[in-house]
């Protein structure tokens, strides 16, 4: 039963009402999954982030500011919006879903099948979290791990070229970085009680390109597997190769062995790609896909990924 | 809270509830557009608003959070009765059935036509990518969209003036054959009151249901105390105080052979959701309060998910009771063994049922020897197919408004069958038919679940007893595990045939799973053989039905009604035959098919619960089908894709199914002249979107010379029009079409002869001619004239005619479906990227919503074919009761190519020469995909849907999975 809808008008006041209230109150973007049926959340207090004029798109040292109550529909129109980034919001395929849903409330809602979440992390993008007196930054491979973290999960911080990460100790993936301890839920609930300000997309390098590919089963069917691919192509060798999947754990996963396995060499045949990105994952079986299916699902979408991101004019990031 | 809303261009100051969802909001302030399939989700759309210009779906919305935004709803289009440029496109391009995703989609086309003036498919396909429909299959939308655009642009552009858009028919006639506006579509694009969740008054009970956890349990204690001690409760119905009559929910003509297996609650469940309790209160709130104070102990059994399990030795048995024929007993029927707590099951007649053994139903036939056919065959194949159980999702899930009426029961109702409900509702309930009315409202999508008293029952006892009208509605989980489902079936098909391609002996082996009640156990699955059996001529032909009991979500009538699991098995197992034989798969089916005049012998053991009569082929238009569509995906022709992972394939299947219930089936219509000219026409028929309306329409306008707009029709109301069995086994046109024009023939007759007295010349000198006019030799008078004439003090009264139509005559249609699909053998996909369904309903009556029928039939089922399946766990609970994981086909599921084509014939028996076009739209998709698919990469897929998983096993990719 909801109690009072709160409508703050600044970022402070709407920290000041999540801590007044705690787990009692849930912050409120879109809506497009807070407010679902299916949603787990049940807030006594709905802290409504309309009033904070968090919808800018800017561009700022050749990087995408992005506001996190920018819908998935305006950041597609913008035409500062990096292609691949647009390819991967285009991915959620409701218009009217994209009409409402915002990106701050999509990646706070963290979902395992996420079709945008893989490439924002391809994209080595960051969210911004307000805090008392100064907002600080955190990767959004970081965010979205921490947020689905519980106190089981071992974490290592390690400094990548990617930015921190968090290094996971189950077995989602050999080498993820992400918790993906057993028991850990999916139910979007992280983001809800961490306010996300802005997503900084980075300006890219001259020669990074970035692709994203999903697989479902018809068209508006939730992504059995979403991943996006980023790499630096020099000569025929690709550098600091980035893979998240989505569909294969908790959350989205980087394939970190994978990435080392693959960084400063040509790319390996499609086939041979493939079955490497399928040994990489280990999802379990479900009712509706077998983890065989997953598994060699995993190697050809992200084997077309890369393909996709290294076409002429593909997938510049 | 307050908050501050511009609605329609009017600013108002609301006080609003927190967690109070805009599209309640929206209802609750009148606007009744905006509708709710999908409980909340934000996967139908239905509910869609423009929120600042943009479509958005309201059930998603909370009420503060559109605080001094504008919003604007379908009602905002036409300020008056006339309608926008959008919508007049919308009805004329026929992309208007049921109309319960009418107004979103109007809303998402202005939206869209507000930011591109001549938007492109894809375009197109993304404004209304948000949005369900279950009933058009989208198509028709980018033709309505382009003739919006022209509208819009050109606003001095009226409305029927873009000709050439569809294909006209029969010449030699005025309306029939011609584009004319849908009778009901004005209504539906406004986003009036059309439905029966707009009729429910205020003061209004609800009634909400306790459905079983279990999938087969006895109720060994249930305690409702709390329940009926909470304030706002008006009743509660259990097991112990419901009518102790047994019945079947199935809409069937009595005596129905269905069998009566089920009271209106059980002491024991028999699928999870299945009735418990239901509630009855003041407020839906309340409802689900008292609801979870009803305390029940089960006893839990075993339960039995699959037609395997349910034929086992040893296998639980779901209906244990008390067995009774009301004729025909079989002799050594032994009830000793019964179980009090399983009720009983009262058959009409033997349907050779076995329900010890779990066999619901069973059934036997053929003509010719088979094993004659068999040993003359020089090559023989058997092969097993299977299909999974689907669901018919109507956009407007179950629902149902019950009040009185002084000392008479009403009831608003979404149903195909009007007067079934009448009849059964009465005889539950122990009182005379005419103490019930029932009014049949707009349909929101019936597809066959509707055919059935899914909920009518419950609601109506409750306002009986109480005197408190009920609404009551199935949420979409409900709808999914307590509605109507496509009966999951497994075929062996057995054929023989001569190296020449003659086919000798045909054979169909079916097991069907009727799930917990025998709702059409007998019928769809014997269905399964009628409406694909007779398209093969054959001399030896055999069938063997057994119907099974289980404890899934129950099964019933889906669109195609058994057909489409047939048409699967029997036409791939052609395209395997033809592959065996060496043979190309077209000239395979143009050498056994069905003709013009082929007598069919195989009719007389194809009777629904009865003997039926082998009759010749009036009218067939499969020549022209196949070859129209053999040109059109350049059939023989391979082709390459420029993916080296891609592979090309086409496939073809021939499809069939018949124009209602010849012997069976019923319909009845009246006409009469009004004082000025015009017609009232009362018809039984039920419109489920479908366009049955306006087909009598045209019957009556037709046939009297008169424009469509002088005819008025009501339909399907029981206190007002004639008797109609409903809209089931395609019917409609055929049945009630044939009624409204044998009343409008009757009428003329009538007419004439008073002109003749008028005029004082001979009635076979006189002719009725467009508009409204009687001709003599030398002079006219029109119908008005008439009119007046007839009911002056001096006339012969009113005049009037009625006509009931019923006749042992078939009028069977047929269509030719092609596709060209690309598999990529690397993930397993299927993209169909052709399909095109070239049809033979006779006469096409109203030709825009026959390729709208079409669309509709084929997109559904390439669903079915490709991705829709419902999903159960080990403990029959379905696992994917929602529109999102359950995977309905939305418009990015189109074919690239997707082409209806309405192939003329003219039969004979059908009015103005029309036979029916719906349903057999779903027979084609699975076989034609699955010859396609074996086309392009050598697998054959046995088993639907054909998912991308399936495919890779198929191939050897990934092995099967043997844990479901």
Same mark, same amino acid.
Request: charged share 20%; with cysteine.
């Given at each position: 039963?909801?109690?009072?809808?709160?409508?703050?008008?600044?970022?402070?006041?709407?920290?000041?009402?999540?801590?007044?209230?705690?787990?009692?109150?849930?912050?409120?973007?879109?809506?497009?999954?807070?407010?679902?049926?299916?949603?787990?959340?049940?807030?006594?207090?709905?802290?409504?982030?309309?009033?904070?004029?968090?919808?800018?798109?800017?561009?700022?040292?050749?990087?995408?500011?992005?506001?996190?109550?920018?819908?998935?529909?305006?950041?597609?129109?913008?035409?500062?919006?990096?292609?691949?980034?647009?390819?991967?919001?285009?991915?959620?395929?409701?218009?009217?879903?994209?009409?409402?849903?915002?990106?701050?409330?999509?990646?706070?809602?963290?979902?395992?099948?996420?079709?945008?979440?893989?490439?924002?992390?391809?994209?080595?993008?960051?969210?911004?979290?307000?805090?008392?007196?100064?907002?600080?930054?955190?990767?959004?491979?970081?965010?979205?791990?921490?947020?689905?973290?519980?106190?089981?999960?071992?974490?290592?911080?390690?400094?990548?070229?990617?930015?921190?990460?968090?290094?996971?100790?189950?077995?989602?993936?050999?080498?993820?970085?992400?918790?993906?301890?057993?028991?850990?839920?999916?139910?979007?609930?992280?983001?809800?009680?961490?306010?996300?300000?802005?997503?900084?997309?980075?300006?890219?390098?001259?020669?990074?390109?970035?692709?994203?590919?999903?697989?479902?089963?018809?068209?508006?069917?939730?992504?059995?597997?979403?991943?996006?691919?980023?790499?630096?192509?020099?000569?025929?060798?690709?550098?600091?190769?980035?893979?998240?999947?989505?569909?294969?754990?908790?959350?989205?996963?980087?394939?970190?062995?994978?990435?080392?396995?693959?960084?400063?060499?040509?790319?390996?045949?499609?086939?041979?790609?493939?079955?490497?990105?399928?040994?990489?994952?280990?999802?379990?079986?479900?009712?509706?896909?077998?983890?065989?299916?997953?598994?060699?699902?995993?190697?050809?979408?992200?084997?077309?990924?890369?393909?996709?991101?290294?076409?002429?004019?593909?997938?510049?990031? | 809270?307050?908050?501050?809303?511009?609605?329609?261009?009017?600013?108002?100051?609301?006080?609003?509830?927190?967690?109070?969802?805009?599209?309640?909001?929206?209802?609750?302030?009148?606007?009744?557009?905006?509708?709710?399939?999908?409980?909340?989700?934000?996967?139908?759309?239905?509910?869609?608003?423009?929120?600042?210009?943009?479509?958005?779906?309201?059930?998603?919305?909370?009420?503060?959070?559109?605080?001094?935004?504008?919003?604007?709803?379908?009602?905002?289009?036409?300020?008056?009765?006339?309608?926008?440029?959008?919508?007049?496109?919308?009805?004329?391009?026929?992309?208007?059935?049921?109309?319960?995703?009418?107004?979103?989609?109007?809303?998402?086309?202005?939206?869209?036509?507000?930011?591109?003036?001549?938007?492109?498919?894809?375009?197109?396909?993304?404004?209304?990518?948000?949005?369900?429909?279950?009933?058009?299959?989208?198509?028709?939308?980018?033709?309505?969209?382009?003739?919006?655009?022209?509208?819009?642009?050109?606003?001095?552009?009226?409305?029927?003036?873009?000709?050439?858009?569809?294909?006209?028919?029969?010449?030699?006639?005025?309306?029939?054959?011609?584009?004319?506006?849908?009778?009901?579509?004005?209504?539906?694009?406004?986003?009036?009151?059309?439905?029966?969740?707009?009729?429910?008054?205020?003061?209004?009970?609800?009634?909400?249901?306790?459905?079983?956890?279990?999938?087969?349990?006895?109720?060994?204690?249930?305690?409702?105390?709390?329940?009926?001690?909470?304030?706002?409760?008006?009743?509660?119905?259990?097991?112990?105080?419901?009518?102790?009559?047994?019945?079947?929910?199935?809409?069937?003509?009595?005596?129905?052979?269905?069998?009566?297996?089920?009271?209106?609650?059980?002491?024991?469940?028999?699928?999870?959701?299945?009735?418990?309790?239901?509630?009855?209160?003041?407020?839906?709130?309340?409802?689900?309060?008292?609801?979870?104070?009803?305390?029940?102990?089960?006893?839990?059994?075993?339960?039995?998910?699959?037609?395997?399990?349910?034929?086992?030795?040893?296998?639980?048995?779901?209906?244990?009771?008390?067995?009774?024929?009301?004729?025909?007993?079989?002799?050594?029927?032994?009830?000793?063994?019964?179980?009090?707590?399983?009720?009983?099951?009262?058959?009409?007649?033997?349907?050779?049922?076995?329900?010890?053994?779990?066999?619901?139903?069973?059934?036997?036939?053929?003509?010719?020897?088979?094993?004659?056919?068999?040993?003359?065959?020089?090559?023989?194949?058997?092969?097993?197919?299977?299909?999974?159980?689907?669901?018919?999702?109507?956009?407007?899930?179950?629902?149902?408004?019950?009040?009185?009426?002084?000392?008479?029961?009403?009831?608003?109702?979404?149903?195909?069958?009007?007067?079934?409900?009448?009849?059964?509702?009465?005889?539950?309930?122990?009182?005379?038919?005419?103490?019930?009315?029932?009014?049949?409202?707009?349909?929101?999508?019936?597809?066959?679940?509707?055919?059935?008293?899914?909920?009518?029952?419950?609601?109506?006892?409750?306002?009986?007893?109480?005197?408190?009208?009920?609404?009551?509605?199935?949420?979409?989980?409900?709808?999914?595990?307590?509605?109507?489902?496509?009966?999951?079936?497994?075929?062996?098909?057995?054929?023989?045939?001569?190296?020449?391609?003659?086919?000798?002996?045909?054979?169909?082996?079916?097991?069907?799973?009727?799930?917990?009640?025998?709702?059409?156990?007998?019928?769809?699955?014997?269905?399964?053989?009628?409406?694909?059996?007779?398209?093969?001529?054959?001399?030896?032909?055999?069938?063997?039905?057994?119907?099974?009991?289980?404890?899934?979500?129950?099964?019933?009538?889906?669109?195609?009604?058994?057909?489409?699991?047939?048409?699967?098995?029997?036409?791939?197992?052609?395209?395997?035959?033809?592959?065996?034989?060496?043979?190309?798969?077209?000239?395979?089916?143009?050498?056994?098919?069905?003709?013009?005049?082929?007598?069919?012998?195989?009719?007389?053991?194809?009777?629904?619960?009865?003997?039926?009569?082998?009759?010749?082929?009036?009218?067939?238009?499969?020549?022209?089908?196949?070859?129209?569509?053999?040109?059109?995906?350049?059939?023989?022709?391979?082709?390459?894709?420029?993916?080296?992972?891609?592979?090309?394939?086409?496939?073809?299947?021939?499809?069939?199914?018949?124009?209602?219930? =010849?012997?069976? %089936?019923? @319909?009845? #219509? +009246?006409?009469?002249?009004?004082?000025? *000219? &015009?017609?009232? !026409?009362?018809?039984?028929?039920?419109?489920?979107?479908?366009?049955?309306?306006?087909?009598?329409?045209?019957?009556?306008?037709?046939?009297?010379?008169?424009?469509?707009?002088?005819?008025?029709?009501?339909?399907?109301?029981?206190?007002?029009? =004639?008797?109609? %069995?409903? @809209?089931? #086994? +395609?019917?409609?046109?055929?049945?009630? *079409? &044939?009624?409204? !024009?044998?009343?409008?023939?009757?009428?003329?007759?009538?007419?004439?002869?008073?002109?003749?007295?008028?005029?004082?010349?001979?009635?076979?000198?006189?002719?009725?001619?467009?508009?409204?006019?009687?001709?003599?030799?030398?002079?006219?008078?029109?119908?008005?004239?008439? @009119?007046?004439?007839?009911?002056?003090?001096?006339?012969? *009264?009113?005049?009037?005619?009625?006509?009931?139509?019923?006749?042992?005559?078939?009028?069977?249609?047929?269509?030719?479906?092609?596709?060209?699909?690309?598999?990529?053998?690397?993930?397993?996909?299927?993209?169909?990227?052709?399909?095109?369904?070239?049809?033979?309903?006779?006469?096409?009556?109203?030709?825009?919503?026959?390729?709208?029928?079409?669309?509709? *039939?084929?997109?559904?089922?390439?669903?079915?074919?490709?991705?829709?399946?419902?999903?159960?766990?080990?403990?029959?609970?379905?696992?994917?009761?929602?529109?999102?994981?359950?995977?309905?086909?939305?418009?990015?599921?189109?074919?690239?190519?997707?082409?209806?084509?309405?192939?003329?014939?003219?039969?004979?028996?059908?009015?103005?020469?029309?036979?029916?076009?719906?349903?057999?739209?779903?027979?084609?998709?699975?076989?034609?995909?699955?010859?396609?698919?074996?086309?392009?990469?050598?697998?054959?897929?046995?088993?639907?849907?054909?998912?991308?998983?399936?495919?890779?096993?198929?191939?050897?990719?990934?092995?099967?999975?043997?844990?479901?």
């Amino acid at each position: 039963m909801v109690e009072q809808f709160h409508r703050p008008a600044t970022i402070q006041d709407a920290l000041s009402l999540k801590r007044r209230f705690q787990g009692r109150a849930a912050f409120l973007a879109g809506g497009t999954l807070a407010n679902a049926k299916d949603s787990r959340l049940h807030p006594e207090h709905w802290i409504s982030l309309a009033g904070l004029k968090l919808d800018r798109i800017d561009l700022k040292h050749g990087g995408l500011i992005i506001g996190a109550l920018c819908p998935l529909q305006r950041l597609i129109e913008d035409p500062r919006t990096p292609e691949p980034l647009r390819a991967a919001a285009a991915q959620i395929v409701s218009r009217n879903v994209r009409n409402m849903a915002t990106i701050g409330g999509h990646v706070a809602a963290n979902l395992p099948y996420s079709d945008l979440i893989p490439m924002l992390i391809a994209l080595d993008a960051e969210v911004e979290l307000p805090g008392l007196r100064v907002a600080k930054r955190v990767s959004v491979m970081d965010y979205i791990t921490t947020g689905a973290t519980s106190g089981s999960t071992m974490r290592v911080r390690s400094a990548t070229k990617s930015g921190v990460m968090s290094r996971c100790t189950s077995a989602c993936a050999p080498g993820c970085t992400s918790a993906c301890a057993s028991g850990v839920s999916s139910a979007p609930t992280s983001g809800s009680n961490r306010l996300i300000t802005r997503i900084i997309v980075p300006r890219s390098d001259r020669n990074r390109v970035a692709a994203c590919g999903n697989v479902r089963e018809s068209a508006n069917a939730r992504s059995l597997l979403s991943v996006a691919v980023s790499l630096t192509l020099t000569d025929f060798d690709i550098h600091d190769p980035i893979i998240a999947v989505g569909g294969v754990g908790p959350h989205v996963v980087r394939l970190t062995s994978a990435e080392r396995a693959l960084d400063g060499k040509p790319l390996p045949p499609t086939g041979k790609l493939a079955a490497m990105i399928s040994r990489c994952v280990r999802p379990t079986s479900t009712p509706f896909a077998s983890a065989a299916y997953v598994k060699h699902q995993a190697g050809a979408v992200v084997s077309s990924a890369f393909q996709k991101a290294l076409r002429p004019k593909g997938g510049r990031g | 809270m307050k908050i501050k809303v511009t609605i329609n261009g009017t600013t108002c100051e609301l006080d609003v509830e927190p967690d109070e969802r805009v599209r309640d909001l929206l209802r609750q302030r009148g606007l009744l557009s905006v509708r709710n399939g999908c409980d909340g989700q934000g996967s139908c759309g239905a509910c869609s608003i423009l929120l600042e210009g943009r479509t958005v779906n309201s059930c998603l919305l909370l009420a503060p959070q559109i605080d001094g935004k504008e919003i604007r709803t379908v009602e905002h289009l036409a300020k008056t009765r006339d309608l926008s440029a959008i919508q007049t496109a919308f009805v004329e391009a026929g992309v208007v059935q049921c109309g319960y995703c009418t107004p979103a989609m109007l809303l998402a086309a202005e939206e869209l036509l507000t930011r591109e003036e001549q938007p492109s498919r894809e375009q197109i396909a993304d404004a209304f990518s948000g949005i369900f429909c279950r009933c058009t299959g989208y198509e028709q939308l980018f033709l309505a969209v382009g003739l919006a655009a022209k509208r819009v642009k050109s606003p001095t552009q009226a409305a029927g003036t873009t000709p050439g858009t569809t294909p006209e028919f029969r010449d030699d006639l005025r309306v029939i054959g011609k584009v004319k506006p849908k009778v009901d579509g004005p209504r539906l694009v406004r986003g009036d009151k059309a439905f029966v969740e707009d009729m429910v008054q205020a003061g209004s009970c609800y009634l909400k249901m306790l459905g079983s956890p279990h999938a087969h349990a006895y109720i060994k204690k249930i305690d409702t105390t709390a329940a009926e001690a909470t304030p706002g409760v008006v009743l509660v119905l259990t097991h112990r105080n419901c009518p102790d009559v047994y019945y079947n929910q199935a809409g069937q003509g009595f005596p129905e052979p269905s069998p009566y297996d089920r009271k209106m609650f059980g002491q024991k469940v028999r699928h999870i959701g299945d009735r418990v309790a239901a509630v009855v209160a003041e407020t839906p709130a309340i409802a689900r309060e008292a609801i979870l104070k009803i305390k029940v102990q089960y006893e839990v059994l075993q339960p039995v998910l699959s037609i395997e399990a349910a034929a086992a030795s040893g296998a639980p048995v779901l209906h244990n009771g008390v067995f009774e024929y009301v004729v025909g007993t079989p002799a050594g029927l032994d009830n000793s063994t019964a179980d009090p707590r399983d009720g009983k099951i009262i058959y009409q007649f033997p349907i050779h049922a076995d329900p010890r053994r779990n066999i619901a139903a069973a059934v036997t036939g053929g003509i010719g020897d088979i094993d004659q056919g068999l040993r003359e065959a020089e090559v023989v194949i058997e092969r097993d197919y299977e299909t999974s159980q689907v669901q018919c999702t109507p956009l407007e899930p179950h629902i149902v408004y019950t009040r009185m009426d002084g000392d008479r029961l009403v009831i608003h109702a979404s149903t195909q069958v009007p007067w079934h409900i009448r009849r059964i509702v009465s005889r539950i309930l122990g009182i005379s038919e005419n103490q019930v009315r029932v009014i049949k409202e707009r349909v929101g999508g019936g597809f066959g679940a509707k055919q059935d008293i899914v909920l009518e029952e419950v609601a109506a006892y409750a306002t009986w007893v109480t005197g408190r009208p009920v609404l009551y509605k199935f949420t979409r989980e409900e709808e999914f595990v307590a509605s109507r489902t496509r009966h999951p079936m497994k075929i062996k098909v057995t054929l023989g045939a001569k190296k020449d391609g003659k086919l000798t002996a045909i054979k169909m082996d079916l097991t069907a799973n009727t799930g917990p009640y025998g709702a059409h156990a007998l019928t769809v699955p014997m269905n399964a053989c009628s409406k694909s059996l007779p398209l093969l001529l054959c001399e030896n032909v055999r069938f063997v039905v057994t119907t099974y009991y289980s404890n899934i979500p129950p099964c019933g009538a889906y669109q195609g009604y058994g057909a489409p699991q047939g048409s699967y098995a029997l036409q791939l197992a052609s395209a395997e035959m033809a592959r065996e034989l060496g043979m190309d798969h077209l000239a395979f089916l143009q050498k056994n098919r069905v003709h013009d005049g082929s007598m069919l012998e195989i009719l007389r053991c194809l009777g629904e619960g009865r003997e039926g009569t082998p009759q010749a082929v009036s009218s067939c238009g499969l020549g022209p089908a196949l070859a129209q569509g053999s040109e059109m995906i350049r059939w023989g022709v391979k082709e390459e894709s420029d993916d080296p992972d891609v592979r090309i394939g086409k496939g073809v299947a021939i499809i069939q199914q018949a124009s209602g219930l =010849p012997g069976i %089936d019923s @319909a009845n #219509a +009246s006409v009469t002249l009004l004082g000025d *000219g &015009t017609f009232m !026409l009362l018809s039984g028929g039920t419109d489920m979107g479908t366009g049955l309306d306006t087909m009598t329409t045209k019957m009556v306008a037709e046939c009297l010379c008169a424009a469509m707009s002088d005819v008025a029709l009501i339909a399907a109301d029981t206190d007002v029009t =004639p008797y109609d %069995d409903g @809209a089931y #086994a +395609s019917s409609g046109t055929f049945f009630s *079409g &044939t009624a409204a !024009l044998q009343a409008a023939q009757g009428l003329r007759a009538k007419i004439i002869e008073a002109a003749s007295k008028m005029l004082g010349e001979p009635e076979e000198d006189l002719e009725i001619a467009f508009p409204s006019t009687v001709k003599g030799r030398t002079v006219s008078v029109t119908y008005a004239e008439v @009119a007046r004439f007839t009911q002056s003090g001096t006339g012969s *009264g009113p005049l009037s005619s009625t006509a009931c139509f019923t006749t042992d005559k078939a009028a069977f249609p047929y269509g030719a479906h092609f596709c060209q699909v690309a598999v990529n053998t690397r993930t397993g996909a299927v993209k169909v990227r052709k399909y095109y369904a070239l049809q033979d309903c006779g006469t096409p009556i109203n030709p825009e919503l026959a390729l709208g029928q079409i669309y509709g *039939g084929v997109l559904k089922t390439i669903g079915h074919s490709l991705f829709e399946e419902m999903v159960l766990d080990k403990q029959g609970r379905c696992l994917n009761a929602d529109l999102l994981s359950y995977r309905v086909p939305m418009i990015h599921d189109v074919p690239e190519d997707f082409r209806a084509v309405l192939v003329e014939t003219n039969d004979p028996f059908g009015p103005y020469g029309a036979k029916s076009v719906s349903e057999i739209s779903c027979n084609g998709a699975s076989p034609a995909i699955a010859a396609a698919i074996h086309d392009a990469v050598g697998v054959w897929m046995r088993s639907w849907p054909f998912t991308a998983e399936k495919v890779l096993t198929a191939l050897g990719t990934i092995p099967g999975r043997n844990d479901r």
